[in-house]
């Protein structure tokens, strides 16, 4: 079974740049999640889809991020524009809708803004 | 709202020695899930082992085993026979319904030979 693929791996950019994550989940699984890991910190939340419509949002600085998941499969992150502050690690997570064992997650985007 | 607390930032062992990281939640729920993550350098969360609130008897995976105390909303991880391949972040995540998890700070354990 392929795992959930994320890229860029790593991504350097400036201050008041944009920039954008993608992950594809695994196969058949409806939920995806966002999470922004800072360094130092447990990952947090910043969105959640089933299939294309989104599930929670709560957390997500909507002035600046924004998510799409369109056709329920691939996702895209964004931001604009990017703080110092945004410097983290965005992961990425998939499961089966309902499913209580846990999620599977990507290896990540590195995100530096200098 | 939930929240999960890791105690302890930094952890080492003595490898094949054995070793417990911590963990308390805050929850007004009967039912729910608590799972413990292995973050290595590589940066993906891989599943180390879960825990159903309604289970008493304590789950175990190989080298790992947890202390379950419901009524003390504690969750520690035992690792035995540490190994250097178990260095890593560790955290400690909690989940009502199996898809709103929500983690600690972690904990850095280093395995040292």
């Known amino acids: 079974e392929a795992g959930v693929a994320q890229s860029p791996r790593y991504k350097i950019i400036e201050k008041r740049q944009s920039v954008a994550f993608w992950c594809n989940p695994i196969?058949?699984?409806?939920?995806l999640y966002w999470y922004q890991q800072i360094l130092g910190q447990g990952p947090k939340l910043l969105i959640q889809?089933?299939?294309?419509?989104?599930?929670?949002d709560s957390q997500l600085p909507k002035d600046r991020f924004s998510a799409e998941r369109l056709k329920g499969v691939d996702s895209t992150l964004k931001i604009q524009p990017a703080k110092l502050e945004d410097s983290a690690v965005y992961l990425c997570?998939?499961?089966?809708?309902?499913?209580?064992?846990?999620?599977?997650f990507g290896s990540g985007t590195r995100l530096t803004v200098v | 709202a939930q929240t999960v607390t890791q105690s302890q930032p930094e952890m080492s062992v003595q490898e094949a020695e054995t070793v417990t990281l911590s963990c308390t939640y805050d929850?007004?729920?009967?039912?729910?899930?608590l799972f413990w993550y292995k973050q290595p350098p590589s940066r993906q969360m891989i599943l180390v082992i879960r825990?159903?609130?309604?289970?008493?008897q304590n789950a175990t995976e190989n080298r790992f085993s947890v202390n379950f105390q419901k009524a003390a909303k504690s969750f520690s991880l035992k690792i035995s026979d540490s190994q250097l391949g178990d260095t890593a972040m560790y955290f400690c995540?909690?989940?009502?319904?199996?898809?709103?998890?929500?983690f600690g700070a972690g904990t850095r354990l280093t395995v040292k030979p």
């Open positions: 997570a998939s499961s089966i809708t309902g499913d209580i064992y846990g999620y599977t």
């Open positions: 196969s058949g699984h409806a939920t």
């Open positions: 889809f089933q299939n294309n419509g989104v599930v929670d």
């Open positions: 929850t007004s729920e009967n039912n729910y899930y």
């Open positions: 825990q159903e609130a309604y289970k008493q």
């Open positions: 995540a909690f989940s009502s319904r199996g898809d709103d998890m929500r």
